[in-house]
Nanobody, 127 residues
Framework: QARLVESGGGSVQPGGSLRLSCAASGSSLDGYVIGWFRQAPGKEREGVSC????????YYRDSVKGRFTISRDYAKNTVYLQMSNLKPEDTAVYYC????????????????????RGQGTQVTVSS
């Protein structure tokens, strides 16, 4: 299993942008799918986006389509989430994980325990 470390969170105003990074060490991400998930206080965990490492197929929840872009750097063993036009409702702790199954099932069932996950990074969108 790989160790995942997220970075890039912070506080921005509505309409701002952030890029989250999910750096893996200890093992290659090849063969996995990697997803970004988020959870706000008092709210259910959500699957935000997911990418298949082998062919870079991407998936998004409806509320972030057109605003977020997931990508991977195969050589750096890192997955990114570029977030633009951020809204207050995007405020949450974001974490990356290697979910079991496919990206579609991962986004549909975000509470299913992953193979491994990072500790998370806080994203706050507020004026």
């Amino acid at each position: 299993q790989a160790r995942l470390v997220e970075s890039g969170g912070g506080s921005v105003q509505p309409g701002g942008s952030l890029r989250l990074s999910c750096a893996a060490s200890g093992s290659s991400l090849d063969g996995y799918v990697i997803g970004w998930f988020r959870q706000a206080p008092g709210k259910e965990r959500e699957g935000v986006s997911c990418i298949t490492i082998s062919d870079a197929s991407t998936y998004y929840r409806d509320s972030v389509k057109g605003r977020f872009t997931i990508s991977r750097d195969y050589a750096k063993n890192t997955v990114y989430l570029q977030m633009s036009n951020l809204k207050p409702e995007d405020t949450a702790v974001y974490y990356c994980a290697a979910p079991r199954g496919t990206c579609r099932t991962a986004l549909a069932a975000p509470n299913r325990p992953p193979w491994f996950r990072g500790q998370g990074t806080q994203v706050t969108v507020s004026s």
